[in-house]
């Protein structure tokens, strides 16, 4: 359940007041009239009502400067004058449209603090990856930020928009490239010891690491859908992109060229999986634009990705599959 709260015009009580009744909302009530002609509608929206009661306000102000719409998590909702347990108890969490997109464009951010946690977390990776430290590679698999631009772009093509795929393409990129300059040159500072556990075990491609990617990227889009985000944390462990990444650069700045190529494949794996299953969870759930206009660019915008993925995907399993042939 949320209370959705909208601040309009006047002149729209009556309209607000009709989708309210529309969509069952459970409790509706109203605020004063401020000096500016405006007023404080609080609506109180069970979760299976909430995208189309979102879908409606957007309809009906979607064309106005001054109006706000502001969702709020409820934890309890209760009346006092009926016995407990009367009041909806469902405990469905499912996010609208709008709480993914606030929440997942949070990913794509390429501030200082985003270029410093890439920065800072490659550094704990190398040395837990050169120490063959377990518990400190997992310390950089939790602080990593490369999963949420991931995520980001896979909402963005299922939604059509094209300046979030580029805002989240550019942190790609950039995560990514500021991940591999650091980890190169630490490995060419510090040789790389090709004993560890640590480094080698992400130099060594298989089958069961397409079906752990595919099945954690899921699980990363479904924690977010269900609101359920602290799940990601587990998800970040389980399918961290970083340490392959520092494990390339090491390789390479230490002139460890064949085993770095088996780490640049794991790495190519584990973003091709994690887009390719983020896009079909996206697709599963409902997650669409509002608009039918928006809808059909979008269609187009999700059907080339999720082609392009799934290519990659079985040009990367061709590829395992004859290095298994040539024992490598």
């Given at each position: 359940m949320r209370l959705i709260q909208i601040i309009a015009n006047e002149g729209h009580s009556a309209t607000l007041a009709g989708i309210a009744e529309q969509h069952e909302a459970k409790d509706i009530w109203w605020g004063a009239t401020a000096e500016d002609g405006r007023r404080v509608c609080h609506m109180l929206v069970s979760d299976d009502r909430r995208q189309a009661v979102m879908d409606a306000l957007q309809n009906c102000l979607g064309n106005t400067e001054d109006s706000r719409v502001l969702v709020m998590s409820v934890?309890?909702?209760?009346?006092?004058?009926?016995?407990?347990?009367?009041?909806?108890t469902?405990?469905?969490?499912?996010?609208?449209?709008?709480?993914?997109?606030?929440?997942?464009?949070?990913?794509?951010?390429?501030?200082?603090?985003?270029?410093m946690l890439v920065c800072l977390s490659t550094i704990v990776a190398a040395v837990g990856l050169l120490e063959d430290s377990v518990a400190v590679v997992i310390g950089a698999m939790v602080i990593a930020p490369l999963l949420g631009p991931n995520i980001a772009l896979a909402l963005a093509t299922v939604l059509g928009?094209?300046?979030?795929?580029?805002?989240?393409?550019?942190?790609?990129l950039?995560?990514?490239g500021l991940?591999?300059?650091?980890?190169?040159?630490?490995?060419?500072l510090w040789s790389a010891d090709l004993n560890s556990d640590q480094l080698m075990s992400r130099t060594q491609v298989?089958?069961?690491?397409?079906?752990?990617?595919?099945?954690s990227g899921a699980a990363a889009v479904l924690s977010l859908t269900t609101g359920l985000s602290s799940t990601l944390v587990?998800?970040?462990?389980?399918?961290?992109?970083?340490?392959?990444?520092?494990?390339?650069?090491?390789l390479l700045g230490s002139g460890a060229y064949p085993a770095a190529t088996g780490a640049a494949l794991l790495l190519a794996v584990n973003v091709i999986c994690v887009a390719l299953a983020a896009n079909i969870v996206f697709l599963a759930k409902g997650i669409r634009?509002?608009?039918?206009?928006?809808?059909?660019?979008?269609?187009?915008?999700?059907?080339?990705?999720?082609?392009?993925?799934?290519?990659?995907?079985?040009?990367?399993?061709?590829?395992?599959?004859?290095?298994?042939?040539?024992?490598i």
């Amino acid at each position: 359940m949320r209370l959705i709260q909208i601040i309009a015009n006047e002149g729209h009580s009556a309209t607000l007041a009709g989708i309210a009744e529309q969509h069952e909302a459970k409790d509706i009530w109203w605020g004063a009239t401020a000096e500016d002609g405006r007023r404080v509608c609080h609506m109180l929206v069970s979760d299976d009502r909430r995208q189309a009661v979102m879908d409606a306000l957007q309809n009906c102000l979607g064309n106005t400067e001054d109006s706000r719409v502001l969702v709020m998590s409820v934890d309890a909702s209760l009346r006092l004058n009926e016995p407990a347990g009367e009041e909806d108890t469902s405990t469905s969490l499912a996010a609208t449209r709008e709480e993914l997109f606030s929440e997942v464009s949070k990913g794509a951010r390429t501030d200082r603090n985003y270029v410093m946690l890439v920065c800072l977390s490659t550094i704990v990776a190398a040395v837990g990856l050169l120490e063959d430290s377990v518990a400190v590679v997992i310390g950089a698999m939790v602080i990593a930020p490369l999963l949420g631009p991931n995520i980001a772009l896979a909402l963005a093509t299922v939604l059509g928009d094209r300046k979030l795929a580029w805002k989240a393409l550019q942190a790609n990129l950039l995560g990514l490239g500021l991940a591999f300059a650091v980890s190169c040159g630490i490995g060419f500072l510090w040789s790389a010891d090709l004993n560890s556990d640590q480094l080698m075990s992400r130099t060594q491609v298989g089958f069961a690491d397409i079906a752990l990617a595919l099945a954690s990227g899921a699980a990363a889009v479904l924690s977010l859908t269900t609101g359920l985000s602290s799940t990601l944390v587990g998800v970040m462990v389980a399918v961290a992109l970083l340490p392959p990444t520092a494990t390339v650069g090491i390789l390479l700045g230490s002139g460890a060229y064949p085993a770095a190529t088996g780490a640049a494949l794991l790495l190519a794996v584990n973003v091709i999986c994690v887009a390719l299953a983020a896009n079909i969870v996206f697709l599963a759930k409902g997650i669409r634009p509002r608009t039918w206009l928006a809808r059909r660019k979008a269609r187009q915008s999700w059907t080339l990705q999720v082609a392009l993925w799934g290519i990659l995907l079985l040009l990367a399993v061709a590829v395992l599959y004859r290095r298994g042939q040539l024992g490598i």
